[in-house]
C-alpha cells in the first residue's frame, strides 16, 4: 500500500490517471475514497492524488488536536515525497481550510485551487455544530452517526428523491460495517482543527485563482462562508447551485465534474 513518511506520521494515499497532478483533499470524518464519483471522471486529464487525512482512514491518527497548518504541512510532505513540486488543489469541507493553509504557507506549491464549501473563519453556530458533531460520535452508532451526517450535508431534494433515498439508507449500512471507522480522538482532532482555523485577514495574500463553490442551501457551511472566502481571495470567482446543499457535488455531479475538470484546465 502507498504511504509517504510525512510531517512526523504516515499518510495513505492513491493515485489514478495521469498528466498534471490534481491533489484532492477531503473532509472532516472522511477517508480519501470518497472522492471515487469525481476521481473517476477527473483522471481522464489528471493525475488524482487521493490521500487520507491524519485522523482517519489508513493514515496514522495521532492524538490531537490538530490544526490546518499542521494538516497542510502534510500535504507540503506529500508533494515531497511525490517529488510534485507544484500542482493543482481541490478540498471539500474541511479539505478547504487546509488547501488555503496550503497556499498560504507553501505558494510555491500551489498554481490554483478550488474551494467546495470553505470557510475562513468560525462562528459561535459552527463551532457548537462541529463540538456536536463529537459528541454524536461519542454517543451513537455508526449508523446513526451517518444519518446525522448525512441530515448535515445533504438537501431536501435528495431526502425526496426515492433512488437517492436508498442510497443514503445503503450509506448508513455500509457505516454499520465499515472495518476501519474513524476513531473518537480522530474526530476530536480533525474538528478543533475546522474550530480553530481563522485566516480571513491573510487571504488577500493568496494570489493563485481559485473557483469558490458550493450550495445555496448548505446549512453545515453557510453561503456567507462562501462568499466571505470568495470576496477575501483576490483571484477567485463564486458559484453557487441552487436547491443543493453541502454536498452538492454529489447532488449536481453531472454537472460539477466536468465543470471543475474544465475550469482546471484553463487554470495552471
Known amino acids: 500500500m502507498p504511504y509517504a513518511e510525512s510531517n512526523g506520521i504516515q499518510l495513505y494515499y ?27 471522471f477527473w483522471e481522464q486529464d489528471f493525475r488524482c492524488i487521493q490521500v487520507d487525512n491524519r ?24 508533494m ?8 493543482r488543489v481541490v478540498g471539500v469541507s474541511m479539505g478547504s481550510p487546509i488547501a488555503q493553509q496550503l497556499a498560504l504557507r507553501h505558494p510555491e506549491k500551489v498554481s490554483c485551487m478550488v474551494q467546495m464549501c470553505p470557510w475562513a473563519r468560525c462562528d459561535r453556530k459552527a463551532e457548537a455544530i462541529f463540538r456536536h458533531m463529537v459528541n454524536a460520535k461519542a454517543h ?4 446513526d452517526f451517518m444519518q446525522f451526517i448525512q441530515l448535515l ?64 442551501e448548505d446549512t453545515f457551511t453557510p453561503t456567507w462562508m462562501a462568499r466571505e472566502v470568495a470576496e477575501a ?28 475538470r474544465d475550469w482546471l484546465k484553463v487554470h495552471r
Open 14 to 40: 492513491e493515485e489514478r490517471g495521469s498528466g498534471e497532478p490534481l491533489i484532492l483533499i477531503m473532509g472532516i470524518t472522511a477517508p480519501g475514497e470518497v472522492w471515487e464519483d469525481h476521481a473517476s
Open 55 to 78: 485522523g482517519v482512514g489508513r493514515s496514522d491518527k495521532p492524538e490531537g488536536p490538530y490544526t490546518m497548518a499542521q494538516m497542510a504541512d502534510d500535504y507540503a510532505g506529500l
Open 80 to 87: 515531497d515525497h511525490l517529488n510534485i513540486s507544484r500542482a
Open 140 to 143: 451513537l452508532r455508526p449508523e
Open 153 to 216: 450535508i445533504f438537501d431536501k431534494t435528495t431526502w425526496d428523491d426515492d433512488e437517492e433515498y436508498e442510497g443514503l439508507l445503503e450509506g448508513q449500512k455500509d457505516a454499520a460495517n465499515d472495518q476501519r471507522p474513524q476513531p473518537l480522538h480522530g474526530l476530536e482532532g480533525q474538528a478543533e482543527a475546522c474550530i480553530t482555523h481563522d485566516v480571513l485577514d491573510e487571504l488577500s495574500n493568496v494570489g493563485q485563482p481559485c473557483l469558490v463553490i458550493g450550495g445555496q
Open 233 to 260: 481571495l483576490p483571484n477567485s470567482e463564486l458559484h453557487l447551485y441552487p436547491n443543493s446543499g453541502h454536498a452538492f457535488h454529489w447532488e449536481n455531479i453531472e454537472d460539477f465534474n466536468p465543470r471543475v
